[in-house]
């Protein structure tokens, strides 16, 4: 009877293990799982896309708000699921500089490998292991790289926003996040946050918003705002009002506004 148990389980284990090979996704190298075995096309996943404004440069404190705020983001599973994708995007002047047009396009763009596996038929320190190498420290050293950048003269939020609502880097289906790291000053010759008028209705009357209308129905939005000392007197509650009524309008809900000095 021992030796019978001992079999049946044996057999279990052994069926468990076929099961879960047979069954095993394609999973390319960016840890996303595809619908082919040729990795042409992803399958649908939650995305979170990070939206770094390097218009100027930005502080110390700055600089590790933003970071560890991400990497706690991406390293929970309960926010962050396994496979769902997160990809980088960096904005200044220059994205919009080529004479074929805007180009924007992820600096990184991984989604996210299991953290841990099954005790039971897996490598669970082989899994730990690609977790950090092939996923944390990857974007890590991608999003260090990006809030380390300066590009200066002029910040095209707005239009940088419309770019992402229509890009075709973003794949349809799963939840969409969009998180953006900026002082969300916008600061271009058609619309200036800077200038004596700023406020949405002056937006709405210039005829700029139409030109840049966004499609973001759906989208949750995390706005890490860097407030500027030498700013501060532009950087109030209008400000806020602003970009609430823009986000509002354009369908997202914001779920986050982390005010950093």
Not at 47 to 66: N, P, Y
Not at 139 to 151: H, I, K, M
């Amino acid at each position: 009877m021992i030796l019978s148990g001992i079999g049946a389980f044996a057999v279990v284990l052994l069926a468990t293990v076929v099961g879960v090979t047979w069954s095993r996704p394609n999973i390319g190298p960016d840890n996303c799982v595809y619908r082919d075995k040729r990795f042409l096309s992803r399958a649908p996943t939650d995305q979170t896309v990070i939206l770094v404004d390097q218009s100027e440069a930005l502080t110390e404190t700055h600089r590790r708000f933003a970071l560890n705020f991400i990497k706690d983001y991406v390293a929970d599973d309960s926010r962050f699921a396994v496979r769902a994708r997160i990809a980088l995007f960096t904005f200044s002047k220059a994205t919009f500089e080529s004479r074929n047009g805007p180009r924007l396009s992820p600096s990184s763009d991984l989604c996210r490998p299991p953290s841990r596996g099954n005790e039971l038929y897996e490598n669970n320190r082989k899994i730990t292991k690609d977790f950090y190498q092939r996923f944390l420290i990857p974007v890590t050293a991608a999003l260090e790289e990006s809030l380390t950048t300066e590009v200066g003269e002029q910040s095209p939020i707005l239009e940088t926003l419309q770019l992402v609502s229509r890009s075709q880097e973003i794949d349809d289906g799963g939840r969409k996040t969009l998180i953006v790291v900026s002082d969300m000053l916008q600061h271009t010759a058609a619309f200036n946050h800077y200038g004596a008028r700023r406020s949405y209705e002056d937006f709405l009357r210039s005829g700029f918003a139409t030109d840049v209308r966004a499609d973001f129905r759906d989208w949750s939005v995390i706005v890490i705002y860097l407030r500027r000392y030498r700013d501060r007197q532009l950087q109030q509650g209008a400000h806020i009002d602003f970009w609430q009524r823009y986000f509002h309008e354009a369908g997202a809900k914001i779920t986050r506004w982390a005010g950093v000095d």
